[in-house]
T-cell receptor, first 109, second 112 residues
Framework: GEDVEQSLFLSVREGDSSVINCTYT??????LYWYKQEPGAGLQLLTY?????DMKQDQRLTVLLNKKDKHLSLRIADTQTGDSAIYFC?????????FGAGTTVTVRA | DAEITQSPRHKITETGRQVTLACHQT?????MFWYRQDLGHGLRLIHYSYGVHDTNKGEVSDGYSVSRSNTEDLPLTLESAASSQTSVYFC???????????FGPGTRLTVT
């Protein structure tokens, strides 16, 4: 939706790091999320971060949250061909989610 | 294993027809959601339910309705299908931990 914005495309070389950025407007957001959608499939929750955290690391994934600037990023280390997908940023302050338009990540050899 | 399913996976219908998309979850989740996915818009919330007999409108609810008669199912009805409702529809559910929202595989609906 309009409350969550992210760039539409990212191309990255295999083995490099990918960084996907997102901005949101709702300062009362409790959780912020990154979802992954592979072709023809539903959305899969990759990771989430609680709004009082600055960083969360989970294996190859690092989430950074700048609450002052309402900026969220997802870094994927050692990007692999299986990481090619659409990545959605989302926020919530109750059970409902508001999604960005999605960033299509293409991993090239 | 618990899961969330949608049917049909693909549907072609004509303008003006009534269409119902099914969503069934075996997680025993209280919360269920319907989204539509369109290029450039991401996912937009159509309707949601926090429990049996509870339904609420989302940001794009016009032309859609839902009913919740049990915990497992939240069918989405298009009363009179329009070409603007051609989209991919996703159902999702969540329990008490709001951040764990599980998505179905989606239904691709084409209105001709």
């Amino acid at each position: 939706g309009e409350d969550v914005e992210q760039s539409l495309f990212l191309s990255v070389r295999e083995g490099d790091s990918s960084v996907i950025n997102c901005t949101y407007t709702d300062s009362s957001s409790t959780y912020l999320y990154w979802y992954k959608q592979e072709p023809g499939a539903g959305l899969q929750l990759l990771t989430y971060i609680f709004s009082n955290m600055d960083m969360k690391q989970d294996q190859r994934l690092t989430v950074l949250l700048n609450k002052k600037d309402k900026h969220l990023s997802l870094r994927i280390a050692d990007t692999q061909t299986g990481d090619s997908a659409i990545y959605f940023c989302a926020e919530s302050n109750d059970y409902k989610l508001s999604f960005g338009a999605g960033t299509t990540v293409t991993v090239r050899a | 294993d618990a899961e969330i399913t949608q049917s049909p996976r693909h549907k072609i219908t004509e303008t003006g027809r009534q269409v119902t998309l099914a969503c069934h979850q075996t997680w025993n989740h209280n919360n269920m959601f319907w989204y539509r996915q369109d290029l450039g818009h991401g996912l937009r919330l159509i309707h949601y339910s926090y429990g049996v007999h509870d339904t609420n409108k989302g940001e794009v609810s016009d032309g859609y309705s839902v009913s919740r008669s049990n915990t497992e199912d939240l069918p989405l009805t298009l009363e009179s299908a329009a070409s603007s409702q051609t989209s991919v529809y996703f159902c999702a559910s969540s329990g008490d931990r709001a951040y764990e929202q599980y998505f179905g595989p989606g239904t691709r609906l084409t209105v001709t």
